[in-house]
């Protein structure tokens, strides 16, 4: 039998509020918010090369010495609530000055590195092994693996991090912990090539394409390959490597995943929702998931490269990655770290 109060909905949530209840009726907002759709999460947005290079610059003069491992500036998307580049991704940019040492640690968020400024005396030691981080190379530093960072070039080095820590944060599985020295010991057998893709094996691969058929939207398309087991670079984390030869325009899609983007080379505009991203090399930006996006190369000649990681391969393991119009189901073109092709692998 049902007793009638003369209690009101607003006085009865309140109730069971201090009771720390919630009524599922007071979802109501969001689920009609997400019966059209899960909305982009984030806005797209692009970084300047320019200005973060001033930005990391400046900082060496502003920040003590304790700090120069923290020397890193990271992107913050303007439509998310927390610091980060998407929901699942954080991304910034790290400079080392010549001589210095960034301190070693590890911590359960994987991550990635871009090689901008450097050379082979730019490198990271992985777990004891050294992996060099020049210009354009990807280095691999997964979840737990203690790593230190060394400038020996007599310039800056500079790379672009990124790393899955708002995911881990959200699932509480953040950790981290300091090696308790500067670095590691190093390895007697030194070179790791199994973390590193070095641009100089990568480059004339993408390049070999040539005038080959590609996909409408993202032209010649690469996808970094763990070396164990041929899948995504990391288990959260996918990364990618595409050529926009000369005249090429994408169409529209959208897809589920998220995306931060870097540009190696060439000039181009991404339009993303009604944004135009206009972007050049060394420039970031960041494509929200969901949102219809397409790339244009601004020149009919030259080419373009870009180089993207996204939050892919954790959307796949959930079954939850969507693209439309629908992909033909094939995975781009893997690549291996260390020039071995997966047969040899
Ligand atoms: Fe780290
Ligand atoms: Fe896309």
Redesign the pocket.
Known sequence: MTTHTAKSREQFDDEIEALHLRGQWRFDEDVQRISKGAPPSGEPFLWKWTAIRNVLLEACDVMPDSLRQRRNVSFVNPGLRTPNATSTITAGVQLVTPGELAWG???T?G?IRFGIEGDERLYTVVDGDVVPLAANDLVL?PSWTW?DHHNEMDRNGAWL?V?DVPLLMAIDQAR?QPLGEMAQQQNAHNVNLSLRYAWRDVEPVLRGYGSAPASPYDDVVLEYANPVDGGPTLPTIGCYLQLLRGGFEGQTHHHSSAAIYHVVEGAGVTVCGDVELHWSAHDSFVVPSWMPHLHVNASKRDDAILFSATDRPLLEALKLYREDPPGPGVRPAPIFPGNFSREEA
Do not use: I, Q, Y
Request: a neutral charge; hydrophobic letters at 40%; zero cysteines.
């Open positions: 640690h590890r911590h968020m991550a530093t790593h991090d790393l981290f």
